[in-house]
């Protein structure tokens, strides 16, 4: 069974994907902001993160690049999940090392699809 | 549902009527495009048809049928036809088979000329302009030379989003990989717009497969996915023989993942290189491949 870490501060978000993702066959952890997600990824790295860009204490990216530095010997995929829409965030994910990128609001299609294109679905 | 005693009972009544109507726009669409209705899809005409009521400020399906049968009107004989075809698509659905048409285009440009391929039921577009973005890219990477693609549907209204190329947020996300949106697409509001050189790539038109005669000039592949699952055998049999005239000899058909010609047609035969795909076969191999299948 894989593996995705849902990583979001807002529980309805969490709760959500959770639901989606566990009928695609996958175990669910959650974090609710970037430095909980780093401290999930050292104890025991996930296939997949679904990752949120605005939240509390870390935000999105900065857990990208901290996860980028790490020593985590096996690299997750990561896809952002956020409301950010706009181009030139979704360059900057990309560029920051983001696999993928769901915008925001997104459905079972969406999710399902944009694991596929990652290899996990 | 329990019996009333009296005919005239609301409830005996719609239904009565209802199924009418039903029968009279499963004709039409069958009619005009060889799709049929059955029984387990019949009840998505409501769903269907909700909004063209609405825009025509008519309140039950029998007020519809009621327009369409007494009126003869050309124009919502129309939209009733586009509405109930099913466009349901994605951008590279099923993403392997778009391996295999890579490799068969490679394969035909080594030995000749400019490849074309006929897109046919393309319903939004999002299945051409997937090939689109496939070849710009060879075009770009090894300055490959890009196949001519013919998009084409019975649906006015699915060809029209064709040509536009404009997708919402929730279309744009469905097999379509986000570097692949960022390199072909700009935002425009919420919607995503496909960049001209994108659209500029395929020739768009109106072709009914179940009435119009192939098109012209020859093609080397044919792509026709979720289309024939709801035309009948015979109509399917015709159809198969006009893309087996539409497509050089050895030409290839692309069929969705569910379809087979296998029992449909004599026309064409399983690839034997290009696992999925079928082959247009010679009159002198047709019986061979009959007496083997
Ligand atoms: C389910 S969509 C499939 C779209 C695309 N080929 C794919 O696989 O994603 C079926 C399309 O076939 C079109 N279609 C149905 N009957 C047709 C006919 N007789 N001639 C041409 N197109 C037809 C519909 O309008 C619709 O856009």
Redesign the pocket.
């Known amino acids: 069974m894989k593996t995705c870490l849902v990583v979001d501060d807002s529980k309805v978000i969490r709760k959500v994907a959770r639901h989606i993702l566990e009928t695609l066959d996958f175990s669910v952890t959650e974090a609710c902001d970037g430095r909980e997600a780093l401290d999930a990824c050292m104890a025991a790295a996930p296939d997949v993160i679904l990752l949120d860009w605005n939240m509390p204490v870390m935000s999105g990216m900065d857990f990208l690049r901290a996860l980028r530095d790490s020593n985590i010997p096996t690299r997750p995929k990561v896809v952002f999940c956020t409301t950010e829409n706009g181009m030139a965030y979704i360059r900057a994910a990309i560029e920051a090392g983001a696999d993928e990128y769901v915008m925001k609001p997104f459905d079972r299609d969406t999710l399902e699809s944009k694991l596929q294109i990652v290899g996990m679905a | 549902m329990p019996i009333r005693p009296t005919s005239t009972s609301p409830a005996a009544a719609t239904a009565t009527v209802s199924q009418r109507a039903v029968n009279a726009f499963s004709a039409l669409l069958e009619s005009?495009?060889?799709?049929q209705i059955s029984a387990y899809r019949s009840w998505r005409i409501d769903t269907a048809l909700k909004p063209l009521m609405r825009a025509r400020g008519l309140d039950t399906l029998d007020q519809l049928a009621a327009a369409l049968l007494e009126t003869g009107d050309r124009c919502l004989s129309d939209q009733i036809v586009?509405a109930l075809?099913?466009?349901?698509?994605?951008f590279f659905?099923?993403a392997p088979v778009f391996d295999l048409i890579v490799e068969a285009v490679a394969a035909l440009e080594a030995r000749q000329r400019r490849v074309r391929i006929w897109?046919?039921?393309?319903?939004?577009g999002?299945?051409p302009l997937s090939l689109a973005m496939l070849f710009a890219e060879r075009a770009e990477e090894r300055g490959a030379p890009m196949p001519d693609i013919v998009a084409?549907?019975?649906?006015e209204a699915?060809l029209a989003r064709t040509r536009a190329g404009r997708y919402t947020q929730f279309e744009i996300q469905r097999g379509l990989p986000i570097r692949r949106m960022m390199r072909w697409f700009d935002a425009v509001g919420n919607d995503w717009a496909a960049k001209h050189e994108l659209l500029r790539a395929m020739t768009v038109r109106s072709?009914?497969?179940?009435?119009?005669a192939p098109l012209p000039g020859m093609f080397d592949i044919v792509?026709?996915?979720?289309?024939?699952?709801?035309?009948d055998p015979q109509?399917k049999t015709e159809?198969f023989a006009r893309f087996a005239a539409a497509l050089r000899p050895g030409g290839l058909l692309v069929l969705?993942a569910g379809e087979t010609v296998i029992g449909q047609t004599d026309a064409f035969a399983p690839s034997r290189d290009l696992r999925g795909l079928y082959e247009r076969v010679d009159g002198a191999t047709v019986a061979a491949a009959t007496a083997a299948g």
């Open positions: 005009r495009t060889g799709q586009d075809l099913n466009g349901e698509t994605s659905r099923e897109c046919a039921g393309c319903s939004t999002q299945e084409t549907d019975v649906s699915a072709h009914n497969l179940a009435a119009d792509l026709c996915r979720n289309v024939l699952l709801y035309l109509t159809v969705g």
